[in-house]
């Protein structure tokens, strides 16, 4: 089976800084992306890790560590823009490239 | 470079009544999925093709749902006869696939279904 658990709702002051932890049970792992989908758009990429570690561009970053079946979304310097939900989705069979979502984590930031 | 492209953007029918609808994705992307996403939650893969084959449909539900990929391009998505419960938004990706950046999906701008 597969699973993804991330909290359900983030609230977050303008200018600070945020974590947005995922954690997954799935067959098959090669990767995790996450996206960010705005109320009404459709969700946009914004980074994968194949490999444990720390994933850096710009203002995000994204963490992996393939032991602990566990990923993290680190936000920095938190703009209003940024209100939105936000997906981790683990990459299934190499040969398929699917992903799996879940529900997400609506974030929003506060003045 | 243009992006997915996706028709109509909303549509609204009776149940039983049938739909389809229409994806042209990213030029050169060999790879198109098609997702359902109900509100509020996260968008559920329903039929993934990798040229004109699919590669997985899984979770699309066979005997209301249907999808081709002619040509290995755009693609059609419809529903016949359709549910109160297929009242979402129907999302279409496409990507390089392949050994390429197929984790890096692009997604139109969605469909929105009401059924009534």
């Known amino acids: 089976g597969q699973s993804l658990e991330q909290p359900s709702e983030v609230t977050a002051v303008e200018g600070a800084i945020v974590q947005i932890n995922c954690t997954y049970q799935?067959?098959?792992?090669?990767?995790l992306s996450w996206y960010q989908q705005h109320d009404g758009g459709a969700p946009t990429f914004l980074s994968y890790?194949?490999?444990?570690g720390l994933e850096e561009t710009g203002r995000f970053s994204s963490f992996l560590s393939r032991s602990d079946s566990y990923g993290y979304l680190l936000l920095q310097e938190l703009q209003m823009k940024d209100s939105a939900s936000y997906f981790c989705?683990?990459?299934?069979?190499?040969?398929?490239?699917?992903?799996?979502f879940g529900t997400g984590t609506r974030l929003t930031v506060i003045p | 470079e243009a992006g997915v492209a996706q028709s109509p953007r909303y549509k609204i029918i009776e149940k039983r009544q049938s739909v389809a609808f229409w994806c042209n994705p990213i030029?050169?992307?060999?790879?198109l999925y098609w997702y359902q996403q109900i509100l509020g939650q996260g968008p559920k893969l329903l039929i993934q093709?990798?040229?004109?084959?699919?590669?997985?449909d899984s979770q699309l539900p066979k005997d209301r749902f249907s999808a081709e990929r002619l040509k290995g391009v755009d693609s059609t998505l419809k529903i016949q006869p359709a549910k109160l419960e297929d009242s979402a938004v129907y999302l279409c990706?496409?990507?390089?696939?392949?050994?390429?950046?197929?984790?890096?999906?692009?997604f139109g701008p969605g469909t929105r279904l009401t059924v009534l």
């Open positions: 890790n194949a490999l444990d």
């Open positions: 989705a683990p990459r299934r069979q190499a040969g398929a490239n699917n992903l799996f």
């Open positions: 093709f990798q040229n004109n084959g699919v590669v997985d």
């Open positions: 799935t067959s098959g792992f090669y990767g």
């Open positions: 990706a496409s990507s390089l696939g392949g050994s390429g950046r197929a984790f890096e999906q692009f």
């Open positions: 030029s050169g992307h060999a790879t």
